[in-house]
């Protein structure tokens, strides 16, 4: 008998196989989908977007990149969540104006919102997280950030919370920035009011202003970051007001290049380094301030620091210095503090000379380690405190400063003018975003 071809055999059996097998469709991924809103006022690519006039409101999750393309607009997200592709932006604003979009969360995508060249744009009351950059706002203004929840949102090496470059005049407020690679940045910008932030948990700084100037930092809880609370480079007018600045890895403040820097009534407290840190800073002013149990020194002047203005300040039980004058910074004022129980009260660089009173009869600081007499008992220390050869202080005080007003209030002024702006800017966007309101 002649013996079958195994070959054939073979083929025949593996094609009456294939044959019996369904057939299995092959779906290519296709790209995140581009949502607009038209100059018109259409929609176009979801039917997730219920349009009322100028209201639009979410009625389903949706997955894309939302572009606008006309202003004067208000955007409820309702609680649903926009998704990226890890590539695309979530919100779109390019040239747009007087709109409000809120209560949406977003996630997944590069730019959670990316606002470019806008103005009078208010974002608030969203959920922003697991994005690169959370909020990125380039060449706008009259932007408010508000009761938004950001979180982290980290690309591995270069996230941000909120990114401001070269925009002027916004308002970033009452958020919680948590555990992002950088909580707040700005770069290359004036005019613009950080208040009453949480900015806590993130991987790198806190807040962290960039050859900017004319900016307010005030109110803020600046807590738990690995480096810096908050750092200025280099800050030109800023005034640092306010803030609750503890327990960050590096400094509690940190400026470089300062010029005409306030930093005032903050509570800086156990910080792994420094309360304060100055670098190569001249003509600011540092009062007011709670400066307790930081890890290394309270202030740190370093680097031709000079004609700085130091008073009234609590400097009390740090651990290396109260105030470590470092790499020659001389002609700093230094007067009416509080130093108390520090590792070591104060030094100075050597041949580097600070002056350390504010003359007779207003005297200098108080010295908890002073063991002079005070006979005439006029307050003032019969005999100097001396800190080295080139510096001491000619009229130490032998009692404690009377408590100033507390870290937590602002003068009465400043408080008034900071909410008379937030309330007017407000209004302005609030009539602005939502058509409808009178």
Request: glycine share 8%; charged share 15%; with cysteine.
């Amino acid at each position: 008998m002649k013996k079958p071809n195994l070959t054939l055999v073979v083929l025949l059996s593996v094609s009456l196989v294939l044959v019996s097998l369904p057939q299995i469709e092959v779906v290519k991924a296709e790209s995140i989908t581009s949502i607009y809103i038209r100059a018109d006022g259409s929609v176009e690519g979801t039917t997730n977007i219920q349009q009322d006039g100028n209201i639009y409101t979410f009625t389903g999750n949706i997955i894309g990149e939302i572009v606008l393309e006309k202003s004067d607009i208000a955007i409820n997200g309702n609680g649903f969540t926009l998704t990226g592709d890890g590539d695309n932006h979530g919100f779109y604003l390019s040239n747009i104006n007087n709109s409000r979009i809120m209560n949406v969360r977003i996630e997944n995508c590069n730019n959670g919102y990316y606002v470019f060249s806008c103005s009078n744009i208010n974002i608030t009351g969203n959920t922003i997280t697991g994005n690169n950059v959370g909020i990125y706002v380039d060449e706008s203004q009259n932007i408010l950030i508000t009761e938004n929840d950001v979180l982290s949102n980290d690309d591995g090496w270069n996230g941000y919370g909120i990114y401001i470059v070269s925009s002027n005049n916004n308002i970033v407020s009452n958020n919680v920035i948590d555990s992002n690679y950088v909580g707040i940045i700005i770069q290359y910008s004036s005019n613009n009011l950080i208040t009453e932030n949480n900015v806590i948990n993130n991987q790198k700084t806190g807040i962290y202003f960039m050859s900017s100037e004319n900016d307010i930092i005030s109110n803020n809880i600046v807590r738990n970051n690995e480096e810096h609370g908050i750092k200025l480079n280099p800050p030109i007018d800023y005034y640092v007001s306010g803030n609750e600045i503890t327990n960050n890895g590096l400094n509690g403040v940190h400026i470089e290049w300062a010029e005409n820097t306030t930093i005032t009534e903050n509570q800086i407290e156990n910080n792994g380094k420094n309360g304060i840190s100055v670098y190569e800073s001249r003509n600011n002013t540092i009062s007011r301030n709670i400066i307790d149990e930081n890890n290394a020194t309270g202030i740190y002047l370093t680097t031709y620091s000079y004609n700085n203005v130091i008073f009234l300040n609590n400097i009390t039980s740090n651990s290396e210095y109260g105030i470590n004058n470092y790499q020659h910074s001389p002609y700093n004022l230094i007067y009416h503090n509080n130093f108390i129980d520090n590792g070591i009260q104060a030094t100075s660089y050597t041949g580097t000379t600070n002056t350390w009173d504010n003359g007779f009869p207003s005297g200098g600081n108080y010295w908890s380690d002073y063991d002079g007499e005070d006979h005439n008992e006029d307050g003032i220390g019969d005999t100097p405190y001396i800190i080295d050869e080139n510096n001491q202080d000619n009229y130490p005080l032998v009692n404690v400063i009377p408590e100033f007003p507390s870290w937590i209030i602002l003068p009465i002024a400043f408080l008034v003018v900071t909410l008379f702006a937030i309330i007017i800017r407000k209004k302005k966007l609030c009539a602005n975003c939502h058509p409808d309101h009178k």
